[in-house]
C-alpha cells in the first residue's frame, strides 16, 4: 500500500503599484507591449541597486498573518546566483534563511472533513523575464521580455501535509480566495499571476522516510491540479509497483494530453550560492506596523462562512458558496439587509442558482453585473410575499440582468403581480364551488384529487394571476367549511 | 593658459566666482594639457571634450548670473555656501560611475562599448553643482587591483615617475590629479583604491564612512565595501567635493540618513583635543624605511600642532587580508554575473545560449577577474560556505568591533597607508599575492566601514611620495578632513607636484 505525500509551493505575484525593487509599474505581462516597464534596476544594469518597494512588504504580511504565521521581525533578502536569461542579473533576490514568516496554517475541508495545513513560510522574491522562444521557421530564437523581471512574488509554502488531488485543490482554491479577499493578488492561473506546484512523492504506508519528489509546473486551472496531482500519484505508484525506480524531476502538465512529461531532471541539489544580499540592509518589521495590519484585515472566508451559518441560518454548502468570494459575500449581505421580510435562505439560493447561472452564461463577473444587491432584494421582496410567483420571478431576473431595469418595472409593465388580495381570491373559490356541484359532492364523497381540479378553476379564473398558496388555502378552507 | 591648472579647487572656485577666468578657458586649459600629456600619461580611458565645453558654458552663465545677483564677491572669496564651491570646477571620474550616454568600461573588454543609460548619484550630485566632467579615468578592471595594470585598455603612469604605477585601483583619476590634468577626480575605494593611488601620486584621498555616498551607478565590486570617495590636492579640496555628493539616496538602500554638516575648514583651529591613536600593527617588518619615517615624523608634526598621540593596538589587522579575499570576491561574484552578453557590451560569437556565457565571459573578463570569480564562487559553495564566507564575516565583526574599542579611547587613528612607495610598473608581475600585500593598510578601514583619509607626508630617497592616512569614527569625515588641513597649513609636502 502507497501513500502519497504531496507538498504545495504557490507563487502569488503583489499587485502593488510598483515592482519588488524599483519604481516600474506593476503591468498585465500577457497584454503589455514587451519591455516597456523596465528601468537600469530591474533590467539589471551594472550599477544599478535594489529597494524595497514597502507596499510589498505590507501586502506579504497580510497574508502571512491572514494564514497565522509568526512574522520575522528581521528578515534578510539574499542572492539566489543562476545564469539564465529571464534572469538579468545573475542572480534572484529573495529570501532565504530568514524568511518573512512562518508556521502558518490553513484549515480546509474536503469531502472526508476539515484538514489542517501547515504552512512552512511565506517569503518575498522577485519574478523573473519572460521568454518566447521563437522559430518554427527558419533559425530558432528567444525573445527576452522583463516586463515581468522585478514584479514582486510571494512564495507560500506548505509542509507535505497533503495526501490526495482534492486535498490539493481544495487548499489551493482556499488560498486564492484569501489572496483575493486581502486584495493582493486577482487569482488568475490562466494568467500565471498565481502559480502552484505540487511536489508529490509516494512511500510505503507506514514508512516516515519521504520518496522521491516529483514537482509539478504548468498547472494553469484547479482542474489540472487535480488531475494533474491525481495522473503522478498513478504513475509514479505504477512504477514502483513494476519495481521501477521514480526519478527526481520536474514534470509539466500537458493539457490536451492530460498527461505529465520530463521537462528538467534534477542531478543533486543544485547550487544557488545563496548568500545575503549586501545592497538590501535586513528587512526589520516594526512589531506595531504588523499589528496595525493584522488589525486591518478583512475578515476571512472561513470565519465568514461561520458567520454566514450562524447569522443567516445558512447550510456549510451555501455559506462556503456565498464567502469564496469577497464581492459576492458583501453582495448577499447587502442583498439581506435591503430584503428584511425576505429569508437569507431564499435570498442565498437566489443568488448562488438564478444569479450565477446567469453570470456564467453570459460569462461576466458579479462586478460587472447590472442587477445592484438592492435590486435583487425587491425582486425577492416580490416573490416572499407572494407578489409574482417563481417562475415569473425567474424570468423578471432575466430581464433585470439583461436591462437593468428594475423587478417592479418589469412585473408592471408585463402585467405579472399575482392576486394575492385574500378577498377577491376567495369570491374567486366561492364562484368555482357554486358552478360545480357536481365536483363538489365528489369531493365529500372521498375523490380528493378533485381539489387539484377545483384548483385549477380557480387559477384559471384569475387568469393565473393568483398567487397559488393563497389560492390553495382558501379552497382547503372553504371546502372545510362546507363540509361543516 | 597653464598657470589656471596650478591652482588649488578652493582658489579655482574663489577666481571663477571673481571673474579672472571663466570655466570655458578653465576646462580649454585642462582639455590642452590632457591632449599633451596624456600620450605618456595614460590616466583616460575616455575623454568627453564636448560635453565638458557645454558644461563649462553652461556654468559660466550661472556664474555671470551670481556675480550680477550677489553682493561683492570680496565676501565669498572662500567659500560662498554649498553648492557654489564646484560651479564650474572640471573634474575627471573614474570609469566604474555611470554617465549617461558616456561610454563606462570599468576598464574591462566586457563593457568596451557600454553607453550608460543613466547617471550616478554621486556624479549627479556634482553635476547639479555645476562641475565640468572631463572624462572617465583609467582603472583596474572592475575596480580589481593596485596598479591598473589590470586594465582591459592599458597601465597608467605614474606622474613622479613614469615607470612606476600611480596605484589603483583609481590610479587614473590619482594620475590626473597629480599631474594637474583636473583639480579634483572621484575615485572608489573597496579595499583602499582611493588612499593607495592618493599615497602613491602625493595627493589627498578620501574614502568616506560606508553608506556616505550612494553607490547607485557605480559598477559593484564589493557591495559591502565599495565607497565613492574624492582625490584632491588639499584636504579642503576634497571636503568641497565630498560633501557635494555626501548625504541619503533613497536609490541606495544601504546610505544612512546622517546630516552631512558642512565642513568648514578652519584654519587656526588647534588640535589641542585631538587625541590620536598610533596601531602598533601598522609598522611591520619589511616595511620601506623611508615610510616608516616619514608617517612618524608627520605624527610628531600633529602632536608639535598639539595633539595627544597614544600607542592602541587593532589586534585583528593581520587578518583583515584574508578576509577581504573571501568577502570582497564572493559578492564580485554575484555581482559580475549580469555580464553575460545578452542585454549590453558585446557578445561573443557561440553556438547556443552556454556558449555565449561561456565566451563572452572566458574571453572578454581579464585574469584577475575570473581569479576573484572563481574565489567568490568557491566561499559560497553549499558545504564551503559557513568555513569560508561565514567565517570571514565572524572574522570582519572582530576587525569592525577592533575599531569600535579604540576609537572609544582616541579620536582618530593615524597609521601609513602603503608599506612601500609607489612600485614599478611590472613588479608584481604574476605575483597576485605579492600584490594583494600591497592592500594590506587599507583593508581594514573598508571592512570596519569608517571613515579614512591619504594625504602625503614626505617624499623617499627617488623622490616619490608618501603618505599617511587618518582613520575615525562612522560619519566623521569631518574631523579626518579638519586634522589633515591643519597639518598642511602647517606643511607644504601637498603643495608639490611632480614635473609634468
Ligand atoms: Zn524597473
Known sequence: MLEPIIGLEVHAELETQSKMFCACPVVDTTQAEPNTAVCPVCAGMPGALPVVNRRAVEYGLRVALALGCEINLASIFARKNYFYPDLPKGYQISQYEQPLARNGRLVISTSQGERVIRIRLVHLEEDTGKLTHVGQAGPAYTLVDLNRAGIPLLEIVTEPDFRTGEEVRGYAQSLRSILRYLGVNSGDLQKGVLRIEPNVSLRPAGQTALGVKVEIKNLNSFRALERGVAYEIQRQSDLLQRGERVRQETVGWDEAREVTFTQRVKEGDEDYHYFPDPDLPPLVIEAAWAEEIRAALPELPAAKSLRFREQYGLNDYDAGLLTAEREVADYFEQAVAAAPEAAPKMVANWITGELFGLLNQAGTSLRECRVPPSALASLVGLVSRGEINQNSAKSVLGEMFTTGQSAESIVASRGLRQVSDTAAIAALVQKALAENPAQVAAYFGGKEAVAQWLFGQVMRAAKGQANPQVVRAELTRQLAERKD | ?500
Not at chain 2, 556624479?123 to 562641475?131: F, I, P, Q, S, T
Open chain 2, 1 to 500: 593658459m597653464t598657470a589656471l591648472t596650478t591652482l588649488s579647487l578652493a582658489q579655482t572656485a574663489a577666481a571663477l566666482r571673481r571673474g579672472d577666468f571663466s570655466s570655458r578657458e578653465l576646462t580649454q586649459a585642462c582639455l590642452a594639457r590632457i591632449a599633451r600629456l596624456e600620450p605618456a600619461l595614460h590616466a583616460f580611458i575616455t575623454v568627453t571634450p564636448e560635453l565638458a565645453l557645454a558644461q563649462a558654458d553652461a556654468a559660466d552663465h550661472r556664474l555671470a548670473e551670481w556675480r550680477r545677483l550677489s553682493p561683492p564677491f570680496s565676501s565669498f572669496a572662500n567659500g560662498g555656501g554649498p553648492g557654489w564651491g564646484l560651479l564650474g570646477i572640471p573634474i575627471a571620474v573614474k570609469d566604474v560611475l555611470c554617465l549617461k550616454d558616456v561610454r563606462c568600461t570599468a576598464g574591462s573588454r566586457i563593457l568596451e562599448n557600454f553607453i550608460a543609460p543613466y547617471t550616478a548619484t554621486a556624479v549627479e550630485r556634482l553635476l547639479a553643482a555645476g562641475v565640468v566632467i572631463l572624462g572617465k579615468t583609467n582603472t583596474d578592471e572592475f575596480a580589481m587591483g593596485s596598479s591598473t595594470e589590470n586594465s582591459a585598455y592599458g597601465v597608467t603612469h605614474n606622474p613622479w615617475d613614469m615607470s612606476r604605477v600611480p596605484g589603483g585601483s583609481s590610479g587614473g583619476s590619482a594620475a590626473a590629479v597629480a599631474a594637474r590634468l583636473a583639480p579634483a577626480a572621484l575615485g572608489t575605494d573597496t579595499g583602499g583604491s582611493v588612499r593607495q593611488p592618493a599615497a602613491f601620486c602625493g595627493l589627498t584621498g578620501l574614502k568616506p564612512t560606508y553608506g556616505r555616498v550612494s553607490r547607485y551607478g557605480l559598477i559593484a565590486y564589493g557591495s559591502s565595501l565599495d565607497c565613492v570617495g574624492a582625490l584632491a590636492r588639499s584636504a579642503e579640496d576634497a571636503a568641497i567635493v565630498f560633501t557635494s555628493m555626501a548625504g541619503r539616496d533613497p536609490q541606495d538602500a544601504t546610505t544612512l540618513d546622517v546630516p552631512v554638516e558642512t565642513i568648514t575648514i578652519r584654519d587656526s583651529t588647534p588640535l589641542a583635543d585631538l587625541r590620536v591613536g598610533i596601531p602598533q600593527e601598522y609598522f611591520v617588518a619589511g616595511m620601506q624605511p623611508e615610510v616608516e619615517s616619514a608617517v612618524r615624523a608627520a605624527i610628531q608634526t600633529l602632536e608639535a600642532l598639539g595633539a595627544v598621540v597614544e600607542p592602541i593596538s587593532l589586534p585583528h589587522t593581520q587578518d583583515a587580508l584574508p578576509v577581504y579575499y573571501i568577502i570582497a570576491p564572493a559578492e564580485a561574484s554575484a555581482n559580475l554575473a549580469r555580464f553575460d552578453g545578452l542585454r549590453y557590451g558585446p557578445r561573443q560569437p557561440a553556438d547556443g545560449l552556454w556558449d555565449v556565457f561561456r565566451n563572452t565571459r572566458g574571453e572578454r573578463f581579464g585574469a584577475e577577474v575570473k581569479r576573484r570569480i572563481m574565489l567568490g564562487t568557491y566561499a559560497l559553495s553549499t558545504g564551503y560556505y559557513d568555513a569560508w564566507y561565514g567565517q570571514a564575516q565572524r572574522v570582519r565583526a572582530l576587525i569592525r568591533q577592533d575599531f569600535e574599542q579604540a576609537l572609544a579611547r582616541v579620536d582618530v587613528i593615524a597609521a601609513p597607508v602603503t608599506p612601500t612607495t609607489a612600485f614599478s610598473i611590472g613588479a608584481h608581475g604574476d605575483d597576485p599575492l605579492a600584490m594583494y600585500l600591497e592592500d594590506i593598510f587599507t583593508l581594514p578601514a573598508n571592512l570596519a566601514g569608517v571613515p579614512a583619509l591619504a594625504f602625503p607626508v614626505g617624499f623617499d630617497s627617488r623622490g616619490l611620495p608618501v603618505g599617511m592616512q587618518l582613520m575615525g569614527p562612522h560619519f566623521r569625515e569631518d574631523m579626518l578632513l579638519q586634522a589633515a588641513h591643519v597639518f598642511q597649513q602647517a606643511t607644504e609636502w601637498h603643495k608639490s607636484s611632480p614635473m609634468v
